[in-house]
Nanobody, 124 residues
């Protein structure tokens, strides 16, 4: 079992920055790729970004490319999402998750362990 706890969300104005963190505990040695997803009210959960086990490969949704950066520090068992130039449409609950396999999948069903999420609200 792996436990994931997100933090760093909040209410900020458009154009501001936030950094989300995801702390992993439990059986973390088996963690492969990891990702961030988000879910806005009334919408399906959507892919935001993913990073490989080593951190050398990343993937981003087109909507966040160039504004968000995903990183991980394995020694700290922590995943990060740096979010810059935030927009009101970025408002959502953000979740971190561990991938079932090594590929940088964009599909939620290919992730097995999930955190409870952290709320990000961007005002215009």
């Amino acid at each position: 079992q792996v436990q994931l706890v997100e933090s760093g969300g909040g209410l900020v104005q458009a154009g501001a920055s936030l950094r989300l963190s995801c702390a992993a505990s439990g059986r973390t040695l088996g963690i492969s790729a990891m990702g961030w997803f988000r879910q806005a009210p009334g919408k399906e959960r959507e892919f935001v970004a993913a990073v490989s086990r080593s951190g050398s490969s990343t993937a981003y949704a087109d909507s966040v490319k160039g504004r968000f950066t995903i990183t991980r520090v394995n020694a700290e068992k922590t995943l990060y999402l740096q979010m810059n130039s935030l927009k009101p449409e970025d408002t959502a609950v953000y979740y971190c998750a561990t991938a079932r396999w090594a590929s940088l999948s964009r599909e939620p069903h290919e992730y097995d362990y999930w955190g409870r999420g952290t709320q990000v609200t961007i005002s215009s």
